[in-house]
């Protein structure tokens, strides 16, 4: 068995009237880039905050790194990097200070210190601009360093929570190949929460799905493709009334039934033909102009089990 | 903790001296501090309050009010502004954390009064030259120059901190903080009047039989008491989980 960066047995966390993680299971391999994937409020920041150590579960355990997230959290919190919910960036510092603050914080050799901040500044094109106070900067920018601070001191496990966030396409695009080159050239474990799944394909070796605290599934993006997505098609025409999506629903080779920019899209068990719908959609007086079929993504996926656990 | 406790300290120091030199005053904001409390009131004061004990008394004031403004941002500016997650997520110890803002706001509390009592210095010497260098002249100034900003100062900013800390903005842990300094003032002078008289005519009767240096270091060792209490319920009420989910 593969070395392991986490490992998590039965970890809840309740508090006062809702259940934030209930009964988590998993294993995150050493050197992977893992994905947690789940809608707003499902738990992932929950879920981070108690790998860090930073709440306590109510029951279950967590090892990080080999450490007892109860009673070694601070052990946890030397060896990783966290970048959180916010960017954590002083806005009244540069970008410099912000680094060597924690650089320090991590006790860099000042020599070493110097040429990490040189390296990383450089390599997403901030070097230029690392003696301006942060407050100054776009919010591309302050998310690319607050990617670079978490990186600094090269630790064996990374947390990113939502890291691209609020930015528009072109900077999150551009923010994911910073990303994917710094994981790659590092090495390090990356946890990475997100519930944007163009990222989570393009980035991850392995994924977990959650909603509202419960693990609903976990795997390889294909892997996970291949066993929940089914096969996707996308039906082109008019007429695709609630009445007719209700009907499709209650298919039993339909996973999914739901218009999309004005397309009727269906997501159907492996194996399954598409003709018997067809033939339902024009029953329920659908008017079908073109249809096309591939394999789901990993957004199907996601989608389906969020509909399954509703 | 040396090393974490002086890294906190400069990245304190760095945030309260940028917070203080931007916007349209700019860097002249301290210097006019200076200029009012280190050189227009010395001028009204004259040598001799200004070099007195009681003279000594408005600059160690002075530091725990500019220590006011500076402690409540501590943790509530953090929360504020997102960086305290982020902050307790590293390796850093509550302790370093903790003394690190105390000792930041101290210092720069410390540093504009000394600047004022110095500044004060040259001008009433400058003013009322004869010759001769004035300068403070008895044990108890000395004393007092050299344990009370410190001391008040530290009073003032461990009660910051404490308020700071559950504060959900840095406005309201300064409401917090100037309400709960006023009611202690208040309260003391007060309670003092409200004493039976033979108890006020007991402390009295003490009181008279020491000298001002005595006097300076009994009030420093009630504050140093006060300190170290208000210290170590900062340090039991720093606790990262309840300060994360705040």
Aim: hydrophobic share 50%; with cysteine; glycine share 10%.
């Amino acid at each position: 068995m593969a070395e392991l960066a986490i490992r998590a047995l039965g970890l809840t966390r309740a508090f006062t009237t809702v259940r934030a993680l209930d009964d988590l299971n998993i294993d995150v391999p050493a050197g992977s880039v893992f994905g947690f994937l789940g809608p707003n409020g499902a738990g992932k920041t929950t879920t981070i905050r108690l790998l860090l150590g930073l709440i306590e579960p109510t029951s279950g355990s967590a090892h990080v790194l080999g450490f007892d997230t109860r009673t070694q959290g601070a052990e946890i919190r030397a060896r990783t990097g966290a970048l959180l919910e916010h960017s954590g960036l002083y806005e009244r510092l540069s970008a410099e200070d912000n680094l060597r603050f924690y650089g320090r914080v991590a006790h860099m050799p000042k020599a070493q210190l110097d040429q990490r901040i040189q390296e990383l500044l450089t390599h997403l094109g901030l070097w230029d601009r690392r003696k301006e106070a942060v407050v100054k900067w776009s919010r591309g920018m302050k998310q690319k360093l607050a990617i670079a601070r978490p990186l600094l001191h090269r630790p064996g496990l990374v947390f990113l929570d939502e890291p691209t966030a609020g930015l528009d396409p072109v900077a999150a695009a551009s923010l994911r190949d910073d990303l994917a080159a710094l994981a790659t050239r590092q090495g390090a474990t990356i946890f990475l929460t997100t519930h944007n799944m163009a990222e989570a394909e393009k980035l991850c070796s392995l994924v977990a799905v959650i909603r509202q605290g419960k693990l609903l599934a976990v795997g390889s993006p294909a892997g996970l493709r291949s066993r929940g997505g089914g096969q996707r098609t996308e039906i082109a025409g008019r007429g695709f009334s609630d009445a007719m999506l209700a009907a499709l629903r209650q298919q039993a080779d339909v996973s999914q039934a739901l218009v999309e920019n004005g397309r009727l899209v269906l997501v159907l068990k492996d194996g399954a033909g598409v003709a018997p719908f067809i033939s339902l959609i024009v029953r329920e007086g659908g008017e079908v102009q073109e249809v096309r079929s591939g394999q789901g993504s990993l957004e199907d996926v996601f989608l389906t089990l969020m509909e399954e656990e509703k | 903790m040396n090393a974490d406790f002086v890294t906190v300290l400069w990245k304190e120091w760095k945030e309260i001296v940028l917070e203080r030199s931007t916007g349209s005053t700019g860097s002249f904001r301290p210097l006019i501090l200076i200029a009012v409390f280190g050189i227009f009131v010395p001028l009204r004061m004259g040598p001799e309050r200004f070099f007195s004990t009681a003279g000594l008394l408005f600059p160690t004031f002075f530091s725990t009010i500019v220590i006011t403004t500076v402690i409540a941002d501590s943790f509530a500016g953090e929360r504020e502004r997102h960086t305290l997650e982020t902050l307790l997520a590293s390796r850093l110890s509550d302790r370093s954390i903790l003394f690190g803002k105390i000792a930041a706001c101290m210092a720069y509390g410390w540093l504009i009064s000394i600047s004022c009592i110095l500044a004060g210095a040259v001008t009433v010497n400058i003013v009322n030259w004869h010759g001769q260098i004035l300068m403070f002249h008895d044990a108890a100034s000395w004393l007092l120059l050299l344990l009370g900003p410190p001391l008040l100062g530290g009073a003032v900013a461990a009660a910051g901190v404490l308020v700071s800390l559950h504060s959900t903005t840095v406005r309201q842990a300064q409401q917090t903080l100037s309400v709960a300094i006023a009611v202690v003032f208040i309260g003391a002078i007060f309670g003092s009047s409200m004493l039976p008289m033979e108890w006020k005519t007991w402390f009295a009767r003490i009181l008279v039989t020491w000298s001002q240096a005595e006097l300076v270091l009994a009030a420093a060792g009630v504050l140093l008491a006060i300190d170290l209490a208000l210290l170590a319920a900062g340090m039991a009420r720093f606790q990262r989980a309840r300060l994360v989910l705040d």
